[in-house]
């Protein structure tokens, strides 16, 4: 990147975009922590695994095919076919260790080449967070296995087949129907609590949660410091989370700047 405002453009919005990641990881710290507090004492461990687990199962799901999708699926499902995407799919000298710094990366565009990694960090990230609320729906509810293969569903292929739509510039939902979706209302929270109502619809409540003649009993949580400090802790991720919805792209020659969300 021989273009000095190019280089300086780029360099910001890696740094940005490192910054949003980690700050989004504190969402996931402060999932974690509240289920733990919200959940009975017996159930702490199985409810500390499940969250651990859904971080290397999510993210290996979504570098062999969830990067993909965003860019594959954008056209109106069984209309237009597949997108190619070359620089998305695990085996391509931009994806994995070689991210950036390939002969293809710059026959591809050195901007690009840098840019895809942080991106793909950000939007592992949301896939993430699309797992972790659905791992709070369905604490003391389900077997680990079962969840493991619902998480590695949604997040690394349902919201992000879901963001290719609403999110990608190309999506049939942003050129035909003009959709917007600034914050990931509808492509992360949207499809997480959609998705988390119909599993909860097909398990029904906790075990314990209705006497033997109807009567509801409360399950109060177990530690309610956990639980006040996870909540502060995903308000505090949020931040982060936000500033990821959307991307700074600045002027630098002159004094404007853009955000596209």
Same mark, same amino acid.
């Given at each position: 990147?021989?273009?000095?405002?190019?280089?300086?453009?780029?360099?910001?919005?890696?740094?940005?975009?490192?910054?949003?990641?980690?700050?989004?990881?504190?969402?996931?710290?402060?999932?974690?922590?509240?289920?733990?507090?919200?959940?009975?004492?017996?159930?702490?461990?199985?409810?500390?695994?499940?969250?651990?687990?859904?971080?290397?199962?999510?993210?290996?799901?979504?570098?062999?095919?969830?990067?993909?999708?965003?860019?594959?699926?954008?056209?109106?499902?069984?209309?237009?076919?597949?997108?190619?995407?070359?620089?998305?799919?695990?085996?391509?000298?931009?994806?994995?260790?070689?991210?950036? %710094?390939?002969?293809? !990366?710059? =026959?591809? *565009?050195?901007?690009? +080449?840098?840019?895809? &990694?942080?991106?793909? #960090?950000?939007? $592992?990230?949301?896939?993430?967070?699309?797992?972790?609320?659905?791992?709070?729906?369905?604490?003391?509810?389900?077997?680990?296995?079962?969840?493991?293969?619902?998480?590695?569903?949604?997040?690394?292929?349902?919201?992000?087949?879901?963001?290719?739509?609403?999110?990608?510039?190309?999506?049939?939902?942003?050129?035909?129907? %003009?959709?917007?979706? !600034?914050? =990931?209302? *509808?492509?992360?929270? +949207?499809?997480?609590? &959609?998705?988390?109502? #119909?599993?909860? $619809?097909?398990?029904?409540?906790?075990?314990?949660?209705?006497?033997?003649?109807?009567?509801?009993?409360?399950?109060?949580?177990?530690?309610?410091?956990?639980?006040?400090?996870?909540?502060?802790?995903?308000?505090?991720?949020?931040?982060?989370?936000?500033?990821?919805?959307?991307?700074?792209?600045?002027?630098?020659?002159?004094?404007?700047?853009?955000?596209?969300?």
């Amino acid at each position: 990147m021989s273009d000095l405002p190019n280089a300086l453009n780029v360099i910001f919005t890696e740094a940005y975009y490192w910054i949003t990641v980690v700050m989004m990881f504190l969402i996931h710290v402060g999932f974690c922590t509240y289920e733990v507090g919200v959940a009975r004492r017996k159930n702490v461990m199985h409810t500390v695994m499940k969250n651990t687990m859904l971080i290397p199962l999510v993210t290996v799901t979504f570098f062999f095919f969830g990067w993909w999708v965003y860019f594959a699926f954008s056209n109106v499902p069984f209309n237009g076919g597949f997108i190619d995407a070359p620089f998305a799919v695990p085996w391509s000298e931009l994806m994995g260790t070689h991210m950036g %710094g390939a002969a293809e !990366a710059d =026959a591809n *565009g050195p901007i690009w +080449a840098r840019l895809n &990694g942080v991106f793909w #960090a950000a939007f $592992l990230l949301f896939s993430w967070t699309t797992a972790s609320i659905i791992s709070g729906a369905v604490m003391e509810r389900i077997r680990s296995g079962a969840f493991f293969l619902f998480a590695v569903f949604v997040g690394s292929f349902t919201w992000i087949l879901d963001a290719s739509w609403g999110w990608n510039p190309a999506g049939w939902m942003v050129q035909i129907l %003009g959709y917007h979706d !600034a914050y =990931a209302s *509808g492509v992360v929270h +949207a499809i997480a609590g &959609g998705s988390a109502l #119909a599993i909860l $619809l097909v398990l029904g409540p906790r075990i314990g949660k209705f006497g033997p003649k109807g009567e509801v009993r409360t399950i109060k949580p177990h530690n309610p410091w956990m639980v006040t400090i996870g909540l502060f802790l995903i308000f505090t991720g949020f931040w982060g989370f936000y500033a990821a919805c959307n991307i700074p792209i600045f002027d630098i020659d002159g004094t404007d700047g853009v955000f596209y969300s």
